[in-house]
């Protein structure tokens, strides 16, 4: 842990003026993100009196090892930078609401020529509008009902084109669920109003389609159509039964999202009820863990940034009202953003009496039951991770926590397409995002103790490379202007080159006492002595330590056993999946392959051209030339490389290694 006395700045070099301020460890990464009115008041309360400060505050400032700042003009612009930058580099002492689910929501893709209506999760699309959050059952059943009396299209593209090559509807067409546009049923002009008035539905405005159809319902009758009419009486039944199903808690012209928030010191849950035209037409819920010492009014401010910042799709989504358990901080700024997000007026209220409070406390009470499932939940989760790497540190004696464990696997057949692959676990979960592939060549890819040695030099001399990078010191940064959140620094440390920035505390590799030797040599040979290297044998799940002539035995109902385990078989996972990949590219081989400047394009112009590889071969390079796509100087390369491939006994036929298949291409 660092010292705050190393890396504080001095006070005289702290400007006193708005702007927001960036804490980073030994290794670059960002850990905590903040902003201040007085950036010199704000960052001296660090260092003033580290040993007062709070727990999680404390453990932040012993974590860094220097700190930056860069100054905006309003309270406003560190706003928006803070954002910014939080979701950039998701600091770990910043407190991030993460769903507790992943709601599905109802869209319309209002961009495309033929509008689609569909189930999404996820990130939102431009041009696409969203109805919900929904729970999975009900969604599906909003759908199907409405699709009797909207009927618009909800076929995947591919699907379209089929029916608009054949010139037959899909399925959906034939049973009267989709106006079927794509062979010409309805005109795109027409097809596009039937989504409007899906969407317009769906907005709230229910009680003039009902009231629409009456009417028709009622000509029909007096038309003695009662075919028609019965038909229409079905749609009636149909819109009412999904309008209905979302009781009235408000009156019908009120648009509003509540937050209701419940905590303990550990963690809180946030829910929110989505109000529009007084009903209650979708539910989220939060579960954030209190990295960082919050008021409430902070977690409140925190969290309306980020659910209404997440897209820029927000002109639909913000209410006029956001009712809340308590005024968030720096509240004036954040009424003027979501202003400017909505295009319109945002009112932030805490509901005192009537049926807004009443409505509050329902979302409370939501709030408290989820924090408790959460709670029963995860136990057993962080229970039995906690106990795993607590057996493990101790089984193997190490000194540092096993914060963050990389595994290693080698994959190959009689030692052809050698690749290795490297997965990455933090605080006993995978972290997918860091996860790498190795492709071994030359000599390396000898045997497994060569290429393991191999892919560990390259993996930490990465390592070394971005850690001799100069880090940024204590100080200010250039001002990248409000909104964004970008310099040369941050390029270096969070782009390409800092992949491998993050050393483990533990190296697994996949294999016995030879593997382990050849991983911890490579260490060595790197001067790197920090790191702890570890070898799992399959066949009686050994764990091999380096220059140990025995093994370490774990309990077969070890949780620290399971642990290395299910890292062991990720890692042989990933590398096998990538070793099929790179093996099924090396199945079919051609006697074009390797010709310089020819790529696979130009390769089937030259087949389709000349028809088969025997005719290439006796093409001269002007004849060539009459391919697609194919110069003077690339046909002589042609030329030249069969030619070469022709003397030296290369030119036998291109052969499918999978099904001993002879190819002329």
């Known amino acids: 842990m660092a010292d705050p006395a190393s890396y504080r700045p001095q006070t005289g070099e702290i400007p006193t003026t708005p702007g927001v301020y960036r ?36 453990a932040m400032v012993h974590a860094a090892s220097s700190v930056e700042w860069t100054m905006v003009g309003s309270e406003l612009e560190s706003l928006q930078l803070e954002y910014t930058w939080i979701k950039e580099f998701k600091p770990r002492f910043n407190v991030v609401f993460r769903d507790d689910k992943t709601y599905p929501y109802l869209a319309v893709s209002m961009g495309e020529k033929l509008p689609r ?40 593209p591919g699907v379209l084109k089929r029916a608009q090559a054949s010139g037959r509807p899909c399925l959906l067409g034939y049973i009267d669920k989709c106006s079927a546009p794509c062979v010409g049923r309805v005109t795109a002009e027409e097809h596009r109003a039937i989504a409007e008035d899906f969407c317009s539905f769906m907005g709230g405005e229910a009680k003039r389609f009902i009231t629409r159809l009456e009417k028709d319902m009622g000509a029909a009758v007096a038309e003695l159509d009662y075919e028609r009419a019965a038909r229409l009486r079905d749609d009636i039944i149909a819109l009412r039964k999904v309008f209905e199903r979302n009781a009235v808690v408000l009156s019908e012209d009120t648009d509003a999202d509540v937050f209701a928030l419940h905590d303990d010191d550990l963690e809180a849950s946030v829910q929110v009820f989505h109000v529009r035209g007084g009903r209650v037409r979708g539910q989220r819920g939060w579960v954030v863990e209190k990295v960082e010492d919050a008021t409430t009014p902070e977690l409140i401010e925190h969290l309306l940034q980020q659910v209404y910042g997440e897209d820029s799709d927000n002109q639909g989504r913000i209410p006029r009202e956001v009712l809340v358990p308590e005024i968030p901080s720096n509240h004036h700024e954040l009424l003027e953003w979501l202003g400017g997000l909505r295009g319109a007026k945002v009112d932030i209220r805490v509901p005192q009496r009537g049926d807004k409070a009443a409505l509050m406390s329902t979302v409370r009470e939501n709030a408290e039951q989820a924090l408790k499932l959460h709670k029963v939940r995860r136990a057993g989760d962080i229970t039995v991770r906690s106990l795993a790497l607590q057996e493990l540190q101790e089984a193997l004696d190490l000194p540092v926590p096993l914060l963050r464990i990389e595994c290693y696997d080698i994959s190959h057949v009689q030692g052809t397409n050698v690749v290795a692959s490297m997965v990455v676990v933090e605080d006993g979960l995978p972290k997918k995002a860091d996860y790498r592939k190795f492709s071994i060549t030359g000599a390396a890819a000898s045997d497994d103790t060569a290429a393991m040695h191999d892919v560990l030099t390259r993996r930490f001399r990465h390592y070394l490379q971005d850690k001799s990078a100069q880090l940024p010191k204590s100080g200010e940064v250039p001002n990248p202007g409000a909104g964004e959140a970008s310099s040369s620094d941050d390029a270096a440390l969070t782009g390409a080159k800092a992949r491998f920035a993050y050393p483990p505390n533990l190296v697994v590799v996949d294999g016995g006492q030879p593997q382990v030797n050849a991983a911890a040599r490579a260490l060595a040979e790197l001067g790197i002595d920090d790191v702890y290297v ?27 056993l399971y642990l290395l385990q299910r890292i062991r078989d990720e890692a042989h996972r990933f590398a096998i999946t990538f070793h099929r990949q790179k093996r099924g590219k090396a199945m079919t081989v051609s006697a074009l392959d390797g010709v310089p400047g020819l790529g696979e394009a130009k390769r089937k112009a030259l087949v389709a051209h000349f028809g088969s590889l025997k005719k290439i071969k006796a093409a001269t390079a002007l004849e060539l030339t009459a391919a697609k796509g194919i110069g003077p100087a690339l046909a002589e390369a042609v030329v030249s490389h069969l030619a070469a491939a022709g003397a030296s006994g290369e030119g036998a036929p291109a052969v499918n290694m999978t099904t001993g298949e002879i190819l002329e291409i």
């Open 23 to 58: 804490f980073r460890d030994p290794h670059g990464r960002v850990i905590y993100v903040g902003k201040a009115k007085n950036l010199r008041s704000r960052l001296n309360s660090y260092f003033a009196n580290p040993a007062g400060l709070l727990p999680k505050t404390h």
């Open 117 to 156: 209506v569909q189930v999404m999760r996820g990130e939102r699309r431009k041009g696409t509008r969203y109805f919900g959050p929904y729970t999975a059952g009900a969604i599906r059943e909003t759908m199907d009902t409405l699709l009797r009396v909207f009927p618009v299209r909800s076929c995947s």
């Open 534 to 560: 570890v070898g799992l044998a399959k066949r009686l799940e050994e764990v091999w330590l380096p220059d140990s002539d025995f093994p370490v035995i774990l309990p077969r109902t070890s949780q620290g």
